[in-house]
C-alpha cells in the first residue's frame, strides 16, 4: 500500500522514539539488517532479504559524503517495502519502482533532517537544495521533495 509523505514522515519519528538515535546505521543495526560493504559499480547501494535476511549492500566505490543517505535510503526499503525485491523489480521487470523509490527518498530525506535537527543543526536561512547538498542528499532528490518541504 502506497505511503504519503506525513505518513513516512510520522513512522521515521516513531522509529527514532523507539531506538533512540537518527543514525541509519544503528537504526540498520537495531533493526536486524546485516550492513555489507562491496565493490560495486553500478548501483551505489541496494537492499536484499534472502532466507529472511536483510541486507543492506553499499558500494565501497561511494562517495563518503553520501554514505549516510545512502543507508537510510536502503533502509527506507527495508522497512516501508520489506516484502519487496526491489533489486530483482529494477533489473528484472518492466514494473515501474518510481513510486518505491520516492517513499524510499522520502524516508531517507526525513531521518537525514532528524539526524541534523537532532546535532542542533538550523536551517532557516537555507534552501532545501543547501540542506540536501549538506547532508549528501542527491540534487534529483531535492528537485522531487522541494515542494514538500517547504520550510526546514
Known sequence: MPMNNTA???????????????????LAELCGIQLVY???????????????????????????????????????????????????????????AGRYEREADVFATELMLAGSMEAGCHYEDFSIYDFMRSNGIPEKVAEALSTYHTNL
Not at 40 to 52: A, N, T
Open 38 to 96: 562491496a565493490p560495486i559499480k553500478s548501483l551505489q547501494g541496494y537492499y536484499i532479504k534472502s532466507s529472511r535476511i536483510k541486507i543492506i549492500v553499499i558500494s565501497t566505490e561511494a562517495d563518503d559524503a553520501h554514505l549516510g543517505y545512502i543507508c537510510a535510503h536502503e533502509l527506507g526499503h527495508a522497512l516501508l517495502h520489506d516484502k519487496i525485491n526491489m533489486h530483482y523489480l529494477t533489473t528484472k521487470s518492466y514494473f515501474p
Open 8 to 26: 513516512i514522515r510520522q513512522y521515521v519519528q516513531e522509529l527514532i522514539e523507539k531506538h533512540n538515535t537518527c543514525s541509519p546505521f544503528q
